[in-house]
Structures are given as structure tokens and as C-alpha cells.
């Protein structure tokens, strides 16, 4: 874990994690800061100890309004909470560094937010209401259903099926340009 300024390494991974490693005072002591420990208060949303922008949209499945294309992955980026723990050029270059899955730099660089995808608390192993594994569960104000299929991930296939940015992404591992009526997207035949 790195300290405050992004390049101190703090105290060392353990087994677990604590609430308190994202919840925290922003300018906390134990990593590096003059301020008390703990979640008592921070400039940023929800107590979070550092930046982490969410995407947003109007309504699940449309355009996303605050896209960071070609984002900073530095302490000072979007995804500053992220960059405590993990490597963020690593992340993004999964595709050349450890394959997990190729579409992360896309994606990523084309300005959409972790928060997207993953969800920062954990998730269960089986529940209907998560939408994959590996904490990647969708944030439902961000992703729509295709048609009327379950948001959903799959790691075997590595695709997903679900309306996004107004693109839908298809079983086959296909996208295209989705068409929203009565509030209900389906792909479009153009
Ligand atoms: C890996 C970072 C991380 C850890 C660890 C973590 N959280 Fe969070 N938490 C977040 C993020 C990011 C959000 C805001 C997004 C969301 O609501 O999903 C959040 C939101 C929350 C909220 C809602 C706050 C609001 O303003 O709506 C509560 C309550 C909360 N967390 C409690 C906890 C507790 C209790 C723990 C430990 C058991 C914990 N969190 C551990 C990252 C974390
Ligand atoms: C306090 C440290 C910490 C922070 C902050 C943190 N993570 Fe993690 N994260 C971890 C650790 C440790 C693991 C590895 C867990 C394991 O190997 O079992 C992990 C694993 C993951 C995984 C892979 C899960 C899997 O099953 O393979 C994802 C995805 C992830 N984190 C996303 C995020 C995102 C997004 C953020 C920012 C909101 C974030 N993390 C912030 C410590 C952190
Ligand atoms: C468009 C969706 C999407 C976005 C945006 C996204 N991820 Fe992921 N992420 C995934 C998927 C899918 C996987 C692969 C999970 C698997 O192996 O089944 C993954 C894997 C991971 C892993 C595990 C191993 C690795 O390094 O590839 C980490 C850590 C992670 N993401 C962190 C992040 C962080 C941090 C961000 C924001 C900077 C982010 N992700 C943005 C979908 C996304």
C-alpha cells in the first residue's frame, strides 16, 4: 500500500484489508498525512481517503456524462483509491502484462471509471443479483439489459451481455449501437 503521496510504500499487505484503508481521513497519519487516522472526515465523497470518480449517466445504458479519456494514474487521477494497492499501468495493460483481459486498456482509456464494473466491497460467490465474479458487478445507474437479457459477465467466454454507453454488447461477444424505446433498449438492426 502506498502512502499519501503515491510512492511511499506504507504499511505492508497483510491477509486483510480494512474498511479503514479506503475509508479514512484524507490527510491521515498512518499513511503519511498530519491528520488523525480513521474515517472522521475527507475532501473526497463517501469518506474515501483518496480521488475515485464514478462514471454517471442520465438513465442506465446512456451516454456516460464525465468520461476521463487517456486517464492520470497518478495519486492525482480519478482512480487515486485504486492506485494504493494496485499497479494502474499494470491494470491497464492487462492485455500485455497479465492477459486477464484484453479490453481493459480500451475501456479504460476510452474514459470509463472502475466503478463501472467493480464493485469495491466484496461480492458473494452465487447471488442473482450480481452480475460476474471477480468483483466486476456493474453499477445498475451506469449498465442496462440487452433486450431482455440479465446484465451479466462471463469469465470462460470473456463477454458480456448488457447496454452501455449506448452500445450493446451481445452473447456472442459482438457490440453494436443500441436503440432505447419506452425505456428499453434493444440492438439495432442498422
Ligand atoms: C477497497 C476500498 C473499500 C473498502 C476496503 C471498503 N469500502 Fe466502503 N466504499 C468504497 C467505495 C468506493 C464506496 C462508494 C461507492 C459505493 O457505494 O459502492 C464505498 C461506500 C461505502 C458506504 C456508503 C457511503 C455513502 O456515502 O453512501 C459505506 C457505509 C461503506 N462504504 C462502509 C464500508 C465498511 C463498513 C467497510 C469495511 C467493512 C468498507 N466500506 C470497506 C470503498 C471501500
Ligand atoms: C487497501 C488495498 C486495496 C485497495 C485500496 C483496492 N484494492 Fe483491489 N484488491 C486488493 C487486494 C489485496 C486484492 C487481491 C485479493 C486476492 O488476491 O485475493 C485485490 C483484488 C482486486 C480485484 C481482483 C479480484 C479477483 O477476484 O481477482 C479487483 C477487480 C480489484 N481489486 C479492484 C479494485 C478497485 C476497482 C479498486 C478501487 C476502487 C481497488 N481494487 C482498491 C487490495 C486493494
Ligand atoms: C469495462 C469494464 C471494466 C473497467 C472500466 C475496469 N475493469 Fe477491471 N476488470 C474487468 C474485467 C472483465 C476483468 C477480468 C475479470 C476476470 O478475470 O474474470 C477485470 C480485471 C481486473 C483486475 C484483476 C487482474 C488484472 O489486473 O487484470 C483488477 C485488479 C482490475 N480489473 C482493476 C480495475 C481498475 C483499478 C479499474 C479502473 C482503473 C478497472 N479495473 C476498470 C472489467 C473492467
Given at each position: 500500500m502506498l502512502d499519501l503521496d503515491g510512492s511511499t510504500p506504507g504499511r505492508a499487505m497483510g491477509t486483510q484489508i480494512f474498511c479503514t484503508d479506503c475509508h479514512n481521513s484524507d490527510d491521515n497519519r498512518?499513511?503519511?498525512?498530519?491528520?488523525?487516522?480513521?474515517?472522521?472526515?475527507?475532501?473526497?465523497?463517501h469518506i474515501l481517503e483518496r480521488r475515485y470518480e464514478f462514471s454517471r449517466s442520465v438513465t442506465p445504458g446512456a451516454q456516460i456524462s464525465n468520461l476521463f479519456p487517456s486517464p492520470d494514474l497518478s495519486v492525482n487521477g480519478p482512480y487515486a483509491l485504486c492506485g494504493k494497492c494496485h499497479n494502474l499501468s499494470t491494470v491497464e495493460?492487462?492485455?500485455?502484462?497479465?492477459?486477464?483481459?484484453?479490453?481493459h486498456y480500451k475501456h479504460i482509456n476510452d474514459g470509463?471509471?472502475?466503478s463501472a464494473c467493480h464493485t469495491a466491497h466484496g461480492m458473494g460467490a452465487s447471488s442473482g443479483t450480481i452480475t460476474g465474479e471477480r468483483l466486476?458487478?456493474?453499477?445498475?445507474?451506469?449498465?442496462?439489459?440487452?433486450?431482455?437479457?440479465?446484465?451479466?459477465?462471463?469469465h470462460a467466454a470473456n463477454?458480456?451481455?448488457?447496454?452501455?454507453?449506448g452500445v450493446a454488447h451481445n452473447a456472442d461477444g459482438t457490440v453494436?449501437?443500441?436503440?432505447?424505446r419506452k425505456g428499453l433498449w434493444s440492438r439495432s438492426k442498422h
Open positions: 498512518e499513511f503519511g498525512g498530519s491528520g488523525p487516522n480513521g474515517p472522521h472526515g475527507s475532501r473526497w465523497t495493460n492487462s492485455t500485455l502484462q497479465n492477459g486477464s483481459w484484453p479490453a470509463f471509471s472502475c466486476v458487478n456493474f453499477d445498475g445507474n451506469v449498465v442496462a439489459e440487452n433486450g431482455s437479457s440479465p446484465i451479466s459477465y462471463s463477454t458480456c451481455v448488457l447496454v452501455c454507453h453494436g449501437k443500441a436503440i432505447a
